[in-house]
Antibody, heavy 120, light 105 residues
Framework: EVQLVESGGVLVQPGGSLRLSCAAS????????MHWVRQAPGKGLEWVSY????????YYADSVKGRFTITRDNAKNSLHLQMNSLRVEDTAIYYC?????????????WGQGTLVTVSS | VLTQSPATLSLSPGERATLSCRAS??????LAWYQQKPGQAPRLLIY???NRAAGVPARFSGSGSGTDFTLTISSLEPEDFAVYYC??????????FGGGTRVEI
């Protein structure tokens, strides 16, 4: 069974930093591109960032560009999101999800999410 | 931009639900539908406009291409009351989602 498990979400002050992780089991993440998607409380889904299987293609939403960094460690079957200069509006549940490498078709594999709260 | 309508759909179990997603420019067939229940991650229902994901009941069907897409639930079951999102991958980044349609009893 494929499982993606996010971790690292906590309460942090504005301007602070946080590192989220997404650990995979039952699947080799090196076969997939990976996205981070977030959902603010009571709001819809917002794409955050993408990294290709070999880390050679990386994209960010304008709202996080320059503040967030996506990385992956295929040897450890994990995905990360380094979040710096956090703002109140970054408060959300953060999900990791995978896509196939050729056509970026969604696999349907999502983690359960990790909650990041940015507040003083 | 993906625009979903209606924002809320009030129906009874057994009724047919028709959800719409309109794209501001053609996304070909590269549109997916997700179901989300409170406290849960999104669940992939349909990919590439009309293909049901693994394990998705046959009462869910998707249609459309270009700019107009429809998710149909042929006969609502109690567990189908949730929020539904469409998402396109033709023009990205950014990957974009619609604003969602809430299907309520």
């Amino acid at each position: 069974e494929v499982q993606l498990v996010e971790s690292g979400g906590v309460l942090v002050q504005p301007g602070g930093s946080l590192r989220l992780s997404c650990a995979a089991s039952g699947v080799s993440l090196s076969d997939y591109g990976m996205h981070w998607v977030r959902q603010a409380p009571g709001k819809g889904l917002e794409w955050v960032s993408y990294i290709s299987a070999r880390s050679d293609v990386i994209y960010y939403a304008d709202s996080v560009k320059g503040r967030f960094t996506i990385t992956r460690d295929n040897a450890k079957n994990s995905l990360h999101l380094q979040m710096n200069s956090l703002r109140v509006e970054d408060t959300a549940i953060y999900y990791c999800t995978s896509v196939d490498v050729l056509m970026h078709k969604p696999t349907g594999h999502w983690g359960q999410g990790t909650l990041v709260t940015v507040s003083s | 931009v993906l625009t979903q309508s209606p924002a809320t759909l009030s129906l009874s179990p057994g009724e047919r639900a028709t959800l719409s997603c309109r794209a501001s420019q053609s996304v070909s067939i590269f549109l997916a539908w997700y179901q989300q229940k409170p406290g849960q991650a999104p669940r992939l229902l349909i990919y590439d406009a009309s293909n049901r994901a693994a394990g998705v009941p046959a009462r869910f069907s998707g249609s459309g291409s270009g700019t107009d897409f429809t998710l149909t639930i042929s006969s609502l079951e109690p567990e189908d009351f949730a929020v539904y999102y469409c998402q396109q991958r033709q023009h990205w980044p950014p990957l974009t989602f619609g604003g969602g349609t809430r299907v309520e009893i």
